[in-house]
């Protein structure tokens, strides 16, 4: 069925959402205040991205100008709305047909420019894009010598066995 593999990596993305989410909640007074500027930033934009999606995939128009918000979240703030986010996008798939994930959607990108999708397409580039940029942030955490959330496929499937 097309719709598994699309349902398991939102899956995949969820627990790694949540584990980054964790990780940096639990070193984020260890970072200096740039480290956590710059952090915040990353998850910001993830989430973002993740929202302004979630908008073309419902058809709706959102107000975002930039791919990040135009003022800084609180880190409990952005954690809990990701949260909702990934688990609306859960939801959203197991509403989802075969034939849902083929249909092709018409938006523009923040900048303007316009753009064509396929629901599939969209699904991918939310968790690809998530992936990059949690290793964004994995990455800063260990140069600074603290211990990131695990991420990867493997890592998912062996906690969920």
């Known amino acids: 069925m097309a719709r598994t593999p699309h349902a ?9 959402d949540r584990g980054l989410y964790e990780a940096v ?4 007074d260890r970072l200096s205040k740039e480290d956590a500027f710059l952090l915040l930033r990353v998850l910001d934009h993830i989430h973002t991205v993740d929202r302004i999606f979630q908008h073309h995939l419902q058809g709706l128009p959102h107000t975002f100008t930039a791919p990040r918000s135009e003022t800084m979240p609180e880190l409990q703030a952005l954690a809990d709305s990701a ?66 959330s695990r991420d990867a496929i493997t890592d998912f499937l062996e906690e969920a066995a």
């Open 83 to 148: 949260r909702e986010v990934d688990d609306w996008y859960a939801a959203y798939l197991r509403g989802l047909t075969e034939n849902d994930f083929e249909q092709v959607l018409d938006f523009a990108f923040t900048s303007g420019k316009p753009a064509r999708m396929t629901r599939g397409e969209i699904i991918l580039h939310v968790c690809l894009h998530g992936t990059y940029h949690r290793g964004n942030a994995g990455a800063l955490l260990q140069l600074r010598g603290l211990t990131p």
């Open 8 to 16: 398991q990596l939102i899956d995949i993305k969820r627990w790694a």
């Open 25 to 28: 909640g639990q070193n984020f």
